[in-house]
């Protein structure tokens, strides 16, 4: 097991926790990692995700590194929205809203998503906050559009028939139920390569079941039309991408056609044999990449000053340890 993952399952503990108000006036859960002054490094879950998905990165780099994760809207701790709160636009709301309040103004930080992770940050790709704040970016496992169309989850030709089935299977809306024997094989099918690790499968199948189902369902609505391929042409930040070949979910054919539109890429690191999860399913592979664009865009940590806390806030962690909560508007 890589020394990444612990056993007995607990969370990194923050410094410090956050409510972030989105422009809708959603709420944003947020926790900050590591030290203040650190190069920051902020992370976007995926679809039916939550900030735990991140916790291989978040444990092994907070020592040197200030992370940032977030659960986005209607996962985790980030609480549901009304029907019309879905969208591309939303994503790029969420984001923004937690880079300025994380973030001092001008500072500078490695983004790095997942998934619907990565697609947040395509469709923020234009706004003042991205650019204001990213250094440079990890896509992975991800795609801009087409999702229905070229997964490969449903063994079957593709045409419309197929397309059909895996827009169906993403707006379902039917309870997961509880993680089984058999939904924990049906979960590593569809997301994860055939010699993933029995750990992190129940890592990943714990963590998709606990998404809420109307939230799964909105955003699967959002994901089957999607089209932010003008949002990768407009990512004028040096990115890097990393995917699986095993990939079911966004076949390496999306990593692809991201690398080579890319104003500014940085190339495409292609992990065998892995799936749709690259940072459970490859931990270390996801995170030295991160390090390694830390290293290169933020040599002297990215910060415009000595304190990097959002004006106003308290930023100490609990002598218990347990991390402070704030709400920032």
């Known amino acids: 097991m890589s020394r990444l993952l612990r056993r007995d399952g607990a969370p990194p503990v923050p410094a410090r926790e956050l409510t972030v108000r989105s422009a809708d006036g959603a709420r944003i859960h947020a926790e900050v990692h590591g030290p203040d002054g650190a ?104 795609g801009s559009s087409r999702l229905a169309a070229e997964s490969v989850v449903v063994p079957m030709r593709a045409g419309a028939v197929r397309t059909r089935l895996h827009r169906a299977i993403l707006v379902a809306s039917a309870p997961l139920g509880p993680v089984t024997p058999i939904t924990r094989r049906v979960l590593k099918y569809a997301t994860m390569g055939a010699g993933s690790a029995p750990e992190r499968v129940e890592t990943c199948a714990r963590i998709v079941h606990a998404c809420p189902r109307k939230a799964r369902a909105a955003w699967g609505h959002v994901l089957a039309d999607l089209d932010l391929d003008a949002g990768v042409r407009e990512l004028r930040v040096p990115t890097a991408v990393i995917a699986g070949t095993a990939d079911r979910l966004t076949p390496l054919g999306h990593a692809r056609a991201i690398a080579a539109a890319l104003p500014e890429g940085l190339g495409l690191t292609e992990l065998t044999g892995m799936g749709h999860m690259t940072p459970v399913e490859a931990p270390e592979a996801v995170t030295e990449r991160i390090r390694e664009l830390v290293a290169v865009y933020l040599p002297a940590g990215g910060a415009t000053g000595t304190d990097t806390a959002h004006p106003g806030t308290d930023t100490g962690a609990d002598t218990d340890g347990t991390a402070e909560k704030e709400e920032v508007a």
């Open 39 to 142: 190069p920051a490094v902020v992370l976007a879950h995926g679809w039916t995700c939550s900030t735990r998905f991140w916790d291989a990165q978040t444990r092994a780099l907070a020592a040197d590194h200030r992370v940032v994760v977030y659960d986005q809207r209607g996962h985790g701790g980030s609480p549901a929205v009304d029907r019309g709160g879905y969208g591309t636009d939303a994503l790029a709301d969420d984001l923004e809203a937690v880079l300025a309040a994380t973030l001092a103004p001008g500072e500078k930080a490695v983004l790095a998503g997942h998934s619907m992770g990565g697609m947040t940050i395509m469709a923020a790709a234009h706004r003042a906050g991205l650019r204001e704040h990213a250094a440079a970016v990890l896509l992975c496992s991800t």
